[in-house]
């Protein structure tokens, strides 16, 4: 109980320790990754002293069909504009986020009229029906040449009862030089 006791008041200490707040460090990165299929992935990003971080990443796959994400993190919020070209987009400012498509609208399929199926009705021949009863099937049933006897093994099994006993030692605990027997 001593141990839980103080190994409760180690993790309050722990956890009461002033936490030191330091101000944000400029800083900037960048990324340009292209990998064997010719998939191109950048990200760069840029922060300053107000802890306003600036940036955007891309996708641009061996097709062409691409899209940039540039965003503004501030004491505002989070501003983004995503440009793209990817098809079934469309320009619009969902969330107060900016979305510019630059896809090309697919024609509207042609819609093609079916002709008309004529359907010409057949009258059907009249079907007749015999019923024919099965003649009974005799099986010969004959007698095994040889049967299958179980075999047995005659073991002995012994049950001996098993004593078991459990004590209880004491344990102590010391924080000091450890004592000798």
């Known amino acids: 109980m001593f141990t839980k006791v103080l190994l409760c008041c180690f993790v309050a200490y722990?956890?009461?320790?002033?936490?030191?707040?330091?101000?944000?460090?400029?800083?900037?990165?960048?990324?340009?990754?292209?990998?064997?299929?010719?998939?191109?992935?950048?990200q760069e990003e840029t922060g300053d002293e107000?802890?306003?971080?600036?940036?955007?990443?891309?996708?641009?796959?061996?097709?062409?069909?691409q899209r940039t994400v540039k965003y503004v993190a501030d004491a505002t919020g989070f501003h983004v504009t995503i440009e793209t070209n990817e098809p079934g987009t469309k320009t619009s400012n969902p969330a107060d986020a900016q979305i510019?498509?630059?896809s090309v609208e697919a024609?509207?399929?042609?819609v093609v009229k079916p002709a008309p199926v004529?359907?010409?009705?057949?009258?059907?021949?009249?079907?007749?029906?015999?019923a024919v009863h099965a003649s009974p099937v005799v099986h010969a049933i004959q007698a095994p040449i040889s049967y299958a006897a179980p075999v047995t093994y005659d073991?002995?099994?012994?049950?001996?009862?098993?004593?078991?006993?459990?004590?209880h030692a004491p344990l102590t605990y010391s924080l000091g030089a450890a004592k000798s027997a």
């Open 100 to 102: 510019i498509s630059s």
């Open 14 to 42: 722990v956890a009461s320790q002033a936490v030191e707040n330091y101000p944000p460090q400029p800083y900037t990165f960048n990324v340009d990754n292209i990998d064997e299929n010719g998939t191109r992935i950048t």
């Open 118 to 130: 004529v359907v010409k009705t057949v009258q059907q021949a009249p079907v007749t029906v015999h």
């Open 107 to 110: 024609p509207a399929p042609a």
């Open 50 to 65: 107000n802890n306003v971080k600036t940036g955007s990443y891309s996708y641009t796959d061996p097709f062409g069909m």
């Open 155 to 167: 073991t002995a099994h012994h049950v001996a009862p098993i004593a078991v006993s459990l004590s």
